[in-house]
């Protein structure tokens, strides 16, 4: 009877949300409704309830996650700073005259502002208005156009700093000790979001570089599809202009991702340092003034109370869940599958893959992978790399249609001359390269694991 209420407590709050009821209370509402089920039918223990306040209590003091309001403001303010814009525009005189030069600015773009913002919706609309009207009016194909501005849009997930390796590697440290104390070890290790960014860095560079080899196909054997500017249009290449908008965002992103490498600052210092640089970076190109601040403290305010409201009502979820006997079933099911823990890792592979389609990363972080985390681990998985591989199934996921989340952004800001069908043609190449680098990671665990094992010695 325990064991089918922590499925109907699963399926209740897939389906609450699937029907758009807020994330948090759907979390806190429906785990204390079927916890006092469980109290009255005597399959709840009441006592699992007394740990909450503790909870709660170690939410509001975990130093980790104090990096994601510094990252999200470091975010907000360089959005605001008009950094992409500058960028692009400099980029696309640097590789206009080639075939397929705007889309390779975009990627290059993209894959620096997912370093210096890292928040997905921002960069697909933001590359969006910028980058799309000219690439339609230039002659590029509106399929490949609006795939690599979907596919560049979603690089925030992977490319370091990411809020997702952030929520991610505090999941998965705890994740981490529960499956050590498991398995015996009563002094277990922990993984940290430093350990994240550092293994999660040359799977995001290959995966920009897989983009523009693919653009460069393209362009070698399709050359209408992707044609090159005239030099007259773009004028001469402003070297000044070129190294003032590409400088000061490289600096911020060496200072933030070096300082965390070096071993100097801890992800939450180094995001201090961030948010820091992107006032300077705003005062620097004089776009910070007090209303702007007040925007950015704003926005800040807004999705960091979102992020720590869901994160109280998954963690009290976790406590239902594990108190019906939830983790035990997991185990049990895990056990049974053909495969051993290559199937078990398989089927949880699919299942995040699937609910990103209807779920937001942060819902998933902190509903299914706290459930399935601690039992893939004690299994013997390396929690690096299993993190690394749930963030790129996420952004793989967040691609595909019909419903990735990058789409419906993208869609957004699309001239409806161009049809959604279109979009979803275009995203298509794009999907098969996220599986290939998937693939390439399952296969070659040490694409991840090396950096970290190199830097860190683990």
Do not use: H
């Not at 609910?355 to 972080?365: M, P, V, Y």
């Not at 299994?379 to 790399?385: A, N, R, S």
């Not at 789409?407 to 279109?422: A, E, H, M």
Request: hydrophobic content about 55%; proline content about 6%.
């Amino acid at each position: 009877m325990a064991e089918l209420m922590a499925i109907l407590l699963f399926i209740s709050i897939c389906a609450a949300l699937m029907a758009g009821y807020p994330v948090a209370f759907t979390l806190g509402g429906v785990s204390l409704l079927f916890a006092g089920l469980g109290i009255i039918t005597g399959t709840f223990d009441g006592g699992y309830l007394s740990a909450l306040p503790n909870r709660l209590f170690g939410i509001m003091n975990n130093q980790t996650m104090l990096a994601v309001p510094l990252f999200v403001f470091m975010g907000v303010m360089l959005e605001k700073s008009r950094v992409a814009e500058d960028l692009l525009e400099s980029m696309s005189r640097l590789f206009g005259t080639l075939r397929g030069g705007l889309a390779i600015s975009v990627c290059v773009v993209g894959a620096l502002l997912a370093a210096s913002t890292g928040i997905v919706g921002a960069t697909v609309v933001t590359m969006g208005l910028l980058a799309l009207p000219t690439m339609l009016r230039r002659g590029y194909d509106p399929a490949i156009s609006t795939g690599t501005l979907a596919a560049t849009g979603t690089l925030g997930q992977i490319i370091p700093p990411s809020i997702v390796l952030v929520l991610l590697g505090d999941v998965m440290s705890s994740a981490y000790q529960q499956a050590q104390l498991k398995m015996g070890i009563f002094s277990p290790k922990t993984v940290s979001v430093g350990d994240l960014f550092v293994g999660a860095l040359l799977p995001g560079l290959l995966l920009v570089g897989m983009y523009i080899l693919y653009i460069i196909a393209v362009a070698i054997f399709q050359p209408k599809k992707l044609p090159a500017l005239p030099q007259e249009e773009l004028g001469p290449i402003e070297w000044g202009k070129l190294i003032n908008a590409l400088v000061p965002p490289l600096l911020l992103i060496s200072a933030v991702l070096g300082s965390i490498l070096a071993g100097y600052a801890t992800p939450t210092e180094a995001a201090a340092l961030g948010a820091l640089g992107a006032m300077i970076l705003a005062l620097y190109k004089g776009k910070l003034n007090f209303g702007q601040l007040r925007e950015v403290a704003y926005g800040t305010t807004e999705i960091s109370a979102m992020v720590f409201l869901i994160l109280i009502g998954a963690s009290l979820f976790s406590l239902v869940f594990r108190g019906f006997g939830g983790e035990v079933l997991i185990e049990d099911v895990f056990a049974q599958l053909p495969g051993g823990v290559l199937g078990a890792f398989f089927l949880v592979m699919v299942v995040i893959f699937l609910l990103g389609f209807i779920l937001d990363f942060i819902e998933i972080t902190f509903v299914v992978v706290p459930i399935v985390g601690p039992v893939l681990l004690a299994m013997g998985l390396d929690p690096v790399w299993l993190g690394v591989m749930i963030a790129l199934n996420l952004q793989t996921s967040f691609l595909t249609p019909p419903f990735g989340f990058a789409l419906f952004y993208l869609r957004g800001v699309t001239p409806k001359s161009v049809p959604t069908s279109t979009i979803y043609k275009g995203v298509l190449p794009f999907i098969l390269i996220q599986l290939l680098l998937l693939v390439i990671a399952y296969q070659f665990p040490g694409l991840v694991t090396w950096l970290p094992e190199q830097i860190y010695g683990q």
